[in-house]
């Protein structure tokens, strides 16, 4: 499946999230997951423009323990693909934070990681900071029961920060609840710039910094824009 992450980044790769229904068909989920693969390594040796697997990882929110064993081999075979053709690697974790870290050190991780939408707290981000990831903060940061997030903002460096939309879902305040787009991302934007309290100019430059540090540097062309 393709999708737009961050800006200007085409992803594509088998969610591993589709692995749950392995609860049921075991076999279709490995599958899934050979086919997803075939198509990765040849857009990998062919496209200069895809530059990231994922995302990938662990969803136990969803999952119950008779599907996981199945995203575990998925994320793994993920990590190995992104070492493999030195490609960022986008991370989805959802109550799997003591895992996700289990597989990365297993597997060894890859130069550049993106922990996708962060949902943890700042022990966590340090964690994941201490591998070299980016953490990519959505409109959960702005929720008022988000204080978990926003003290790993807190510990985030500027220059390993990333924001996204995760569109349609988790819309920044003050649009809780309705569709998201990417044009509400200002409002995580700014949200970020006042809890960080640096100058909004200077926090979009750097996320378009890190956001060509995170892929693997600038695309061989830009995107034209829209007048």
Known sequence: ?????????????????????????????????????VVAERLFQHDPHVRAVGETGLDYFRTGQAGRPAQEVSFRAHIQIAKRHNRTLVIHDRDAHDDILRVLDDEGVPDRVVMHCFSGDAPFARECLARGAFLS????????????????????????????????????M??????????????????????????????????????????????????????
């Open 174 to 227: 003050p649009d809780r609840g309705k569709p998201n787009a990417s044009f509400l991302i200002p409002n995580t934007v700014r949200f970020l710039a006042e809890q960080l309290n640096v100058e909004l100019k200077s926090l979009c430059e750097a996320i378009d910094r890190n956001t060509d540090r995170a892929f693997g540097g600038r695309w061989p062309t830009r995107v034209a824009s829209v007048s």
């Open 1 to 37: 499946r393709g999708e737009v992450l961050h800006r200007r980044l085409a992803e594509v790769m088998v969610d591993a999230q589709r692995l749950r229904f392995g609860e049921r068909r075991a076999h279709d989920a490995v599958d899934l997951l050979r086919a997803g693969q």
């Open 137 to 172: 903060f959505a409109g959960t940061v702005t929720f008022k029961n988000a204080e978990n997030l926003r003290e790993a903002l807190a510990v985030t460096p500027l220059d390993r920060l990333l924001v996204e939309t995760d569109a349609p879902f988790l819309t920044p």
